[in-house]
Each structure stands twice: as structure tokens, then as C-alpha cells.
């Protein structure tokens, strides 16, 4: 089955700083990586996602990369402010034959911004 | 804007007991799943569900795992004898048919097994 390997487990940034999350995955049949943030005891958000035919997303501060030959993508924080830090998990998914698709999610990064 | 609800908020019960848990997915939704978090740890898939089917179950989704949408708005996840390594918070999510990747989570259950 697919399996996502997600770096650095923590990362501690200055405000305003950047951040970069890497991921990498295993299962060629994936076609989409979607990125989600999650606050203490609260619900994984959708902050940003992209397709296995694009290269490349960007939302405000937020980008994400792709490059499907490596089976990598990564997610790029720009000028990182404090509400920016929560746990950060990647993931990959394919289209299920039954309908809908799994999502396999990496082990998470802890992100601090500190002031 | 829509959202995906889920109740209780907190569950807690007895080893071996029977615990169901709710999910409203997003109404115009045709996609739903199951998905739990130990804590402290990812997010693990359970099951996907589609046209009142089963499409996809994970190898923690054993015979003591069942899922059910029982009329048009709510879909539970039933778990016949908890155990106490089941004790995880577990997030419902949906997904539509004409963006059927994105998937949008509840805010969770978390089940405490004693």
C-alpha cells in the first residue's frame, strides 16, 4: 500500500521566516496531495492541495510543489506568523474502484513560529 | 458554509462495550469516510463508503468495525466490542461527487475506552 514519509517532525521558525515541509510517497497511482493544518484538539483543515498534473500551487503564502518522478512534494510558508503554528500532515490519495478515494497521511510537523 | 458534524463530542466507555458513533456529512455529498488518530500520531484511514457500500477498508477496520448510513443525512461507525487500544480521537469526512478528492473532516470524536 502507499506509504508517506513526512520531514522534519518539528520545526521551529522566527516570525516572518519561511518553512518548508517535505513528503515523500510510494504508490505511483496517486494523484492528488492535499495539505492539511491542525490546531489542538481541533479538526484537520484543507489549507491547500494540488494534482499529480500540475508542478506547482500557490494560495496567498502558501505553494506547494510537485514532482512526480521523485515522488516528492513539499509545502512552502512564506513570512510565517504566529497563528501559522500547528501540526501540519501531507498526504497522498488515490481514486478508489469502489468511488471516492483513501487518503494516506504522512506523520505530521509540528510547526512553532516564534516572535 | 457547509460543514461535517459529529456527536458525541467525547465518548467514554467500558472494554467491551458498544459504541456508536454519528456523522452528518456535507448534504449534497456522495462520499464518506472514517478515519482515526491516536494521540499524537497521523491520521489513519478506516473506510470509505459509497452508494451504500463499503469501497475501501483498511486493515484496522476489522470485523468489530461496521459502518452504516441509516436514512439520507447521518452515517455512523459502529464498533462491537471496544477495546482499549481503540481508545482515539475519530474524524468523519465527506467528499462531492464533482470534487471528489477534497475531503472535508468533522470535528471528531474522541473515544475513551476503559
Known amino acids: 500500500g502507499e506509504n508517506v514519509e513526512q520531514h522534519p517532525s518539528t520545526l521551529s521558525v522566527q516570525e516572518g521566516d519561511s518553512a518548508v515541509i517535505k513528503c515523500t510517497y510510494s504508490?505511483?497511482?496517486?494523484?492528488?496531495f492535499p495539505w492539511y493544518k491542525q490546531e489542538l484538539g481541533k479538526r484537520p483543515q484543507l489549507i491547500i492541495d494540488?494534482?499529480?498534473?500540475?508542478g506547482e500551487k500557490k494560495d496567498q503564502r502558501i505553494a506547494v510543489t510537485l514532482n512526480k518522478t521523485a515522488k516528492h512534494f513539499s509545502l512552502h510558508i512564506t513570512e510565517t506568523q504566529p497563528e501559522d503554528s500547528a501540526v501540519y500532515f501531507c498526504?497522498?490519495?488515490?481514486?478508489?474502484?469502489?468511488?471516492?478515494?483513501?487518503?494516506?497521511f504522512g506523520t505530521g510537523t509540528q510547526l512553532k513560529v516564534e516572535l | 458554509e457547509p460543514e461535517v458534524t459529529q456527536t458525541p463530542s467525547h465518548q467514554v466507555t467500558q472494554m467491551g462495550q458498544e459504541v456508536i458513533l454519528r456523522c452528518v456529512p456535507i448534504?449534497?455529498?456522495?462520499?464518506f469516510y472514517w478515519y482515526r488518530q491516536i494521540l499524537g500520531q497521523k491520521v489513519e484511514f478506516l473506510v470509505s463508503?459509497?452508494?451504500?457500500?463499503?469501497?475501501?477498508k483498511s486493515e484496522i477496520f476489522d470485523d468489530q468495525f461496521s459502518v452504516e448510513r441509516p436514512d439520507g443525512s447521518n452515517f455512523t461507525l459502529k464498533i462491537r466490542s471496544t477495546k482499549l487500544e481503540d481508545s482515539a480521537m475519530y474524524f468523519c469526512?465527506?467528499?462531492?461527487?464533482?470534487?471528489?478528492?477534497?475531503?472535508?473532516f468533522g470535528p471528531g470524536t474522541r473515544l475513551t475506552v476503559l
Open positions: 469526512a465527506s467528499s462531492g461527487q464533482r470534487s471528489y478528492n477534497e475531503q472535508f
Open positions: 463508503f459509497y452508494n451504500n457500500e463499503i469501497s475501501e
Open positions: 504508490d505511483s497511482a496517486s494523484n492528488y
Open positions: 494540488i494534482r499529480s498534473n500540475v
Open positions: 498526504a497522498a490519495s488515490k481514486v478508489l474502484t469502489g468511488g471516492g478515494n483513501k487518503l494516506t
Open positions: 448534504s449534497n455529498h456522495l462520499y
